[in-house]
């Protein structure tokens, strides 16, 4: 439900730019947040009984992926290159670092 709301609230009609979009989603989670009491909590706010987690988190641990597989990194401008061939993939996933694109090697028949 939160999602179609906040699709409703923030995106119809969709702002000029990006920071202006930014800051309406700004807007819509700070109200829902301290400003809309909430059913399903007893009339409460979010902000009221939200407790951050006492453990720490530390990420993913490295992978190790099978021996035909390709760890590849999409470039800023959305392609990643190999064997001197530059593929182009998309804009939105450049600069994965963190988070590599794995090709795996597959056969015909």
């Known amino acids: 439900m939160l999602h179609r709301t906040l699709k409703k609230e923030t995106t119809k009609p969709a702002k000029f730019n990006h920071l202006q979009q930014q800051e309406r989603f ?21 902000a009221e009984i ?5 453990r720490q988190y530390n990420g993913l641990p490295e992978i190790d992926y099978t021996y035909h597989d390709r760890t590849v ?3 800023h401008c959305g392609r990643i290159c190999i064997k001197k ?8 996933l ?3 670092n963190k988070e ?8 015909q028949s």
């Open 26 to 46: 700004d807007e819509f989670i700070d109200y829902y947040n301290n400003k809309r009491p909430h059913q399903a909590i007893n009339m409460k706010y979010p």
């Open 94 to 96: 450049s600069g994965q």
């Open 50 to 54: 939200y407790q951050p987690s006492v």
């Open 73 to 75: 990194t999409v470039t």
């Open 100 to 107: 590599p694109l794995i090709l795996s090697v597959m056969t």
């Open 85 to 92: 061939r530059k593929i182009n993939l998309s804009q939105a």
